[in-house]
């Protein structure tokens, strides 16, 4: 059978994405959360958060170290910046590895989405806290994305993510080959087979392998999205994908809770993957808007004020052409 086309996916994830309607309340189009930002590592979490604002959700949080919080609240007023977690040498005497991770799961009975990763790092309570917020997830059924550092998770502790069909994993080239060989996946054949076979072995969660294109499976379905980006490898443009992966993620809900009226004929695991096709789409076409406006001097935060640009080119709004 013939792969669909790159215009027949999007026209079904058109199909996802909630009309703007006046019945609708606060927060039924989404509420996302990215849980990251290391003292470190402050833009990442922005820019994953910012991308998930731009791409339409109602309500965009960051769950961060408190030196994080303080500077990325100065970046946008539009982000609700939550100082939850710690790193390991800034735990106060008051506090616990088990304080910590309950305040942050508190959270999740709050969010329809989760994105666990941005500016991360790898410190082992930032890592532990993460790791009980992927296990609370599971058990409350919330879709979560992992990105960088929180893809270390998932390989150095697979059972925390295997069999979970409501993730999606986003590994580059590298981090695949992380990935790859804490499962003893063989790298050899074509990259769309490999992709298919680790998401296998990782029990049918999504994976988006980053690339020229990329390569998007969850072991039963693969597409490959090709659309042209821009030729700047510049850090950060992974989270521009996992925002909006995530207010993807957050439609693919209200498209299931029916929200407003359509004729609801495609199905949780179609859905999945066509939110992961539709991230990697924006994505792509935000970088080539972004590269065509800067060029070599193209960075991370350029791609957040192409998000909606690059969702009409690729997507389009209900009530306008595609």
């Known amino acids: 059978m013939a792969s669909p086309s790159s215009k027949e996916l999007l026209g079904k994830v058109y199909k996802m994405i909630p ?5 609708f309340h606060k927060g039924q189009l989404g509420r996302v959360a990215v849980i990251g930002g290391s003292e470190d590592y402050t833009g990442a979490p922005y820019f994953s958060a910012m991308a998930s604002a731009k791409l339409g959700a109602d ?4 769950i961060c170290e408190p030196g994080a919080g303080a ?4 970046y946008s007023p539009n982000l609700m910046v939550h100082p939850y977690m710690r790193q390991s040498k800034n735990l106060a005497q008051s506090e616990s590895a088990d304080s910590v991770s309950k305040e ?3 959270m999740l009975s709050r969010l329809h989405v989760i994105v666990i ?8 309570l930032m890592q532990d806290t993460c790791a009980d917020v992927i296990q609370e997830a599971r058990k409350q059924g919330i879709p979560f994305v992992l990105d960088a550092d929180g893809l270390y998770l998932a390989q150095t502790r697979p059972e925390l993510v295997e069999g979970y069909k409501e993730c999606i994993l986003t590994p580059n080239v590298v981090e695949f080959g992380r990935l ?5 996946v063989n790298l050899d054949g074509p990259e769309e087979e490999i ?3 680790l998401a296998q072995a990782f029990g049918g969660v999504t994976i988006i392998q980053k690339g020229s294109k990329d390569y998007i499976s969850n072991g039963k379905i693969t597409y490959v999205s090709e659309g042209e980006g821009g030729l700047k490898r510049s850090g950060g443009q992974g989270d521009t994908l996992t925002g909006s992966l995530a207010t993807l993620l957050a439609y693919r809900k209200a498209y299931h809770d029916k929200i407003w009226d359509h004729e609801g004929d495609l199905d949780n695991a179609e859905t999945l993957a066509l939110a992961a096709f539709g991230g990697s789409a924006i994505t792509r076409e935000c970088s080539r808007l972004a590269f065509k406006d800067k060029g070599r001097s193209l960075q991370a935060a350029d791609l957040t004020e192409h998000v909606h640009t690059a969702f009409m080119n690729v997507i389009g709004e209900k009530g306008s052409k595609l």
């Open 71 to 74: 500077v990325i609240k100065t």
């Open 180 to 184: 790859a060989k804490a499962k003893n």
């Open 195 to 197: 992709c298919s076979k």
């Open 59 to 62: 309500m965009s949080h960051v």
């Open 104 to 106: 942050v799961v508190a």
């Open 117 to 124: 990763g941005p500016g991360l790092g790898r410190d082992k």
């Open 19 to 23: 009309p703007m309607l006046e019945s």
